[in-house]
């Protein structure tokens, strides 16, 4: 399901935060599928609760999961996708930091793009493609 590289700089509960996102995206997690409980998460992945509780606390703030009080998280029905000008910001100087390691690291414009679109089709991600 998920994997957690503890020896990674980014945060485990980023981590696990942006492998739903993915498992989401590659149609391995449907809409209205119930995720394990925070309890369940922490025993398999073998990490501390407070760890997978922030981790669903941030997916539930952008709306991708809900919980349901006796009844579990589950991936929402109806996500709807909407820009964020923060994140885009975000992702502007992410992006930008990973265009400058790849031409420091000798990789072209041309080969970027070719490098992003297979990127973008391994996770199933169509143009324009807001509705999945």
Known sequence: MLSIDP???TPIYEQIELGVKELILKGALKAGEKLPSVREMSSILTINPNTIS??????ERDGII??????GTFITQNFERKVDEKKMEYI???LKKIILEANYSGINKEEFMKLALRIFSEL???DNDRSK
């Open 7 to 9: 020896r990674s700089s």
């Open 54 to 59: 922030k981790a669903y606390g941030e997916l």
């Open 66 to 71: 809900e919980t349901l009080r006796g009844k």
């Open 92 to 94: 502007s100087e992410e």
């Open 124 to 126: 199933g991600v169509n």
